[in-house]
């Protein structure tokens, strides 16, 4: 079968989250299982660009409303990926260092989704299936099923992944002219709430929906943001299937990136080596139990919690933790976790930004991983850390919820909580630092984890079951 993957993000062309991690690695699980998996994204200006060869395999040009645009389709010569990698560059729309973030995003994605429909429907052969990912690839179903110029794609089976619905890509039905000439009578496709809401026209059009975990496949049956008559609607075509971890990228054993590689057979030696660096680089007494933060400091993800938290939990250990944050977003957040730094300087760290490296050296480093999220579709965090031997600290959420057993269960191994509040926070990092005293379950715990099997190959051939049962 040959899939193709249509996504803002794939690691390492750019990532922004986990949306790049899954798009990165479930193609390439998907070629060792013998299928074609190709990815097309927009062309960031990202190191990787710059840093890999490319060579032009398509140029065109359409119209978006009253603008006109020329399009390259590039693709990567070397096959670093293991699969075969294009970008779309729409010149002075798609080239810019960011993922996201711009006032034109709207216009930026529709664009990317026009030029990935345009250059489908140029195709000698056709790809089998086409799988798009989230709201920004959201309508290339729609298009290839309604727009006159692309009906000839209406056949090829579609499914859509959704990594997180709490975004949607809503736009006012005054943008309606983006989209190349369609069947009018069809605009209830669009539709959703009185605004083009891409993600439920991607709900409505594609043959099969899946997300990221069972666990959140329920939950949007009743929290989905304002789409959840729809999911249950369209209940017979949604599945939940789990995201895996790329094993080649994420393993402490062959990772460049921390300072001793480490497995299961010597984790314990490792883990000191990597925790000492990490303490060293963040003033931390290496004694103390060390929790981490890592992600995108939105209002998913709780980080806003973290500062009230961290203070009662140091009064109540007296001290004795450290806690170190990495992430970035919400302007109000990053201040909140930069400003409590002078508070608690030997307890307390922040690095506010994008940093790849650091964040495999506190996998690696840290005690324990802190995910508090209100919302979390799958999570790859917390895969990570038990991976890397790390204690994973979760509200029993979504994808955390499917991923994570409480280590006062049989065969458990983290610690969950039911509320994203700060009490259950500060009463779980005070079961970690029993836990952390406790030398040996802790040795049990750690051990418990690192054997849990989280690779791709299971769900990459779930997907492929999938494409089967759609396949035309
Ligand atoms: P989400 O996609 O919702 O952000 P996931 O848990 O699925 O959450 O994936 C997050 C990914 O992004 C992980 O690979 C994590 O290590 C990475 N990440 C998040 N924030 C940062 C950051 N500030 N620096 C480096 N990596 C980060
Ligand atoms: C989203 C979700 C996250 C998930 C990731 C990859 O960003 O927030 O939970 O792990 O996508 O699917």
């Known amino acids: 079968m040959e899939i193709l993957h249509v996504s803002a993000e794939c690691y390492p062309m750019a990532k922004a989250g986990g949306l790049a991690d899954v798009v990165g690695a479930l193609p390439k699980y998907q070629q060792h299982l013998g299928h074609i998996a190709k990815v097309v994204m927009p062309m960031h200006r990202t190191e990787f ?22 399009f390259t389709i590039i693709r990567e010569k070397t096959n670093k990926l293991h699969f075969d990698l294009y970008c779309v560059d729409i010149h002075g729309l798609l080239d810019r260092e960011k993922i996201y973030g711009y006032d034109d995003d709207t216009e930026r994605f529709m664009a990317f989704q026009i030029a990935v429909t345009e250059w489908l429907s140029k195709w000698e052969h056709h790809p089998d299936v086409i799988h798009v990912h989230d709201h920004h690839a959201a309508l290339v179903p729609f298009m290839m099923q309604q727009c006159f110029a692309y009906r000839h794609l209406a056949r090829i089976p579609t499914i859509l992944t959704i990594h997180n619905a709490q975004y949607q890509g809503w736009m006012g039905w005054d943008k309606v002219t983006y989209i190349p000439a369609w069947d009018t009578w069809k605009w209830g496709l669009l539709d959703w709430a009185n605004t083009i809401n891409p993600l439920a026209c991607g709900i409505k059009c594609a043959d099969k929906v899946s997300t990221v975990s069972p666990g959140y496949m329920n939950e949007l049956m009743y929290a989905a943001n304002g789409l959840e008559n729809l999911f249950n609607y369209e209940k017979g075509k949604c599945s939940g ?12 054993a062959i ?11 010597d984790f314990e030696d490792g883990k000191a080596l990597n925790k000492k660096k990490l303490c060293d680089d963040f003033g931390f007494d290496i004694q103390n139990p060390l929790f981490v933060f890592i992600g995108r400091l939105v209002n998913e993800k709780a980080a806003d919690l973290l500062p009230q938290a961290f203070r009662i939990a140091l009064e109540k250990a007296g001290g004795k933790c450290s806690f170190l944050v990495l992430g970035s977003g919400e302007t109000a957040v990053e201040q909140a976790l930069q400003q409590i730094q002078h508070n608690w300087i030997g307890f307390y760290n ?6 790849e490296k650091l964040s495999h050296q ?25 991976r890397y031997g790390t204690v994973p600290v979760v509200r029993s959420i979504g994808g955390l919820k499917d991923t994570v057993i409480d280590y006062g269960g049989e065969n458990g191994y983290g610690i969950c909580f039911n509320h994203a509040s700060v009490d259950d926070i500060v009463y779980s990092i005070g079961r970690g630092r029993e836990l952390y005293n406790n030398k040996i379950t802790l040795a049990k715990v750690r051990k418990t984890m690192m054997m849990v099997n989280n690779s791709w190959e299971t769900s990459a051939r779930k997907y492929i079951d999938l494409y089967k049962s759609i396949y035309k």
């Open 255 to 265: 990772d460049t990136y921390i300072l001793d590689n480490y497995s299961i057979s």
């Open 350 to 355: 922040s690095q506010i930004g994008y940093n």
């Open 241 to 252: 299937i789990l995201n895996g971890i790329d094993y080649s990228v994420w393993d402490p």
């Open 49 to 70: 660009l710059y840093d890999n060869e490319w060579e032009v395999v398509h140029k065109g040009y359409f119209s978006m409303a009253h603008y006109n645009f020329d």
């Open 362 to 386: 506190m996998y690696a480093g840290a005690d324990f991983l802190l995910m508090p999220s209100r919302v979390e579709p799958c999570g790859l965090n917390q895969m990570y850390a038990m």
